[in-house]
C-alpha cells in the first residue's frame, strides 16, 4: 500500500485521518489477481510490481516463491457449486465483479476501487445477462453480451447519477458471444469486437450503433490495451506462432467502412515459459506492462489441475527499437504461491 506521511504540524489536534501520500514520490504502482482461493467465493489481491527484483531467465525463482498478502483486499462470497458464477472485469482503477446463484438472481454488480478501497453497490444484473456473460471494459463503462433463449443481448454498466450505476440495453452485435478479442479505441467512444467467421465490428456510444470492418480479424485473443507510448493496440497474440506473444497492432479509423487489415507485430521477446498453463496480460500504462502465468509446481504436469500452484508476475516496458522492432525490456519478476479451489474459474488479472 502507499506509505503515509504526516503532516509536519505539530499540532496534537490534527486530524490524522487527513494524511495523504506524498505529492513529490511517484505513485505506487500496482496489479490486481482474482483468485478462487477461498472456500466461500473469491479473493483480490494486489500485487506491489515495483518490488519486483526477480531475474525472469532464472530457472529457480520458483524456489524462492513469496505468498501473497494476507487476507487480499477484498472478499468476494459466492457459494460454490452448480449455479453460480462470478465475472471479473476492470475499468480503470475499478474492477467490477459481477455473480449469480440459482437463490439469488438479483444479486447485484459489486465495483471495488482499487485504488481507494471503496466498494460500491450497483444494480442486479439484467436477466438476459444471468447466462454466462463476456464483460468489455471501455472507459469508465463496462459493456456485457451474453446469448439467452437463442438471442443475443448486449448492455452497458454506466455511471448513473446518484444512483451510482445503471444499466442500458442496446442492439446486440452480430459478432454475440462469439467475439474472440475486443480493444477500446483511444476516443473513448468506440469498441471494436472481432469474431471468427465474422469478420470485425466497430460499436459507436455515442450513436448506439455498430459498423463492419471487413473480414479480417485483430490479432489479439481477449482484450487488447491501447498504449500511448507506442501508439498501438497491445495484447496476447492469437494462434499458431503468435499464441500467448505480446503483440502490438495498429489502431484502426473509429469512422465506419470496412477497412484493409491493420498492420501488427509480435515482441521480439518470448515472455512466457513452456510451463505456462494459462497467461494474462495487464496493462498499466505509458508502456508498462505484467505479464501474469499460471503454472503448476515442480513434479507436477501441466494437464494436471492442482489446488497449490504458482503466479510469475513479470513487468516489462514495450518499445520500438531503430529497426521498428517491438521490444520487451526492463523486465523484473517475482513468483508467487498460490491456491486454486477449481478449473472452472480463469483467474483474472487487472493493472490499476
Known amino acids: ?17 487527513s494524511r495523504r501520500p506524498c505529492p513529490r514520490c511517484p505513485p505506487q504502482r500496482h496489479v490486481c489477481v482474482v483468485l478462487d482461493d477461498w472456500s466461500k467465493g473469491y479473493g483480490i489481491y494486489k500485487l506491489d510490481v515495483d518490488g519486483f527484483d526477480g531475474d525472469p531467465h ?20 459466492i457459494p460454490d457449486g452448480d449455479g453460480h458464477w462470478a465475472s471479473f472485469a476492470a475499468a480503470g482503477t475499478r474492477i467490477f465483479a459481477v455473480g449469480y446463484s440459482d437463490e439469488d438472481k438479483d444479486a447485484p454488480v459489486l465495483v471495488y476501487d482499487a485504488a481507494t478501497g471503496a466498494l ?59 467475439a474472440a478479442c475486443h480493444a477500446a479505441h483511444p476516443d473513448g467512444r468506440t469498441v471494436f469486437f472481432s469474431a471468427h467467421g465474422r469478420g470485425t465490428f466497430s460499436f459507436d456510444a455515442g450513436t448506439e450503433e455498430w459498423a463492419w470492418r471487413g473480414e479480417w480479424m485483430l490479432p489479439f485473443r481477449g482484450q487488447a490495451y491501447y498504449d500511448g507510448e507506442v501508439d498501438a493496440w497491445v495484447g496476447l497474440g492469437r494462434g499458431g506462432a503468435a499464441e500467448g506473444r505480446v503483440c502490438s497492432c495498429d489502431v484502426v479509423p473509429p469512422g465506419g467502412g470496412s477497412a484493409q487489415p491493420p498492420a501488427w507485430k509480435l515482441a521480439e521477446e518470448t515472455l512466457t515459459s513452456q510451463r505456462s498453463i494459462a497467461v494474462e496480460l495487464a496493462h498499466m500504462g505509458g508502456g508498462e506492462f505484467c505479464l501474469v502465468e499460471y503454472r503448476n509446481t515442480r513434479g507436477v504436469a501441466e494437464d494436471v489441475f492442482a489446488e497449490h500452484c504458482l503466479l510469475y508476475a513479470t513487468t ?37
Open 1 to 17: 500500500m502507499p506509505k503515509r506521511h504526516r503532516s509536519e504540524s505539530s499540532d496534537d489536534d490534527d486530524d490524522r485521518g
Open 120 to 178: 460500491a453497490v450497483g444494480p442486479p444484473t439484467p436477466v438476459e445477462l444471468q447466462n454466462c456473460p463476456r464483460l468489455v471494459p471501455a472507459g469508465d463503462k463496462v459493456y456485457a453480451m451474453d446469448r439467452r433463449d437463442g438471442k443475443d443481448h448486449f448492455a452497458v454498466l454506466a455511471p448513473h447519477g446518484r444512483r451510482g450505476w445503471a444499466w442500458s440495453r442496446l442492439a446486440p452485435p452480430d459478432a454475440g458471444r462469439a
Open 316 to 352: 516489462f516496458r514495450l518499445r520500438y527499437d531503430k529497426d521498428g522492432a517491438l521490444r520487451a525490456a526492463a523486465r523484473r519478476a517475482l513468483c508467487y504461491e498460490v491456491r486454486k479451489k477449481s478449473n472452472t474459474f480463469h483467474w483474472r488479472a487487472f493493472g490499476t
Open 58 to 77: 532464472d530457472a529457480d525463482l520458483d524456489l524462492r516463491a513469496e505468498r501473497l498478502q494476507d487476507p487480499p483486499v477484498f472478499r468476494l462470497q
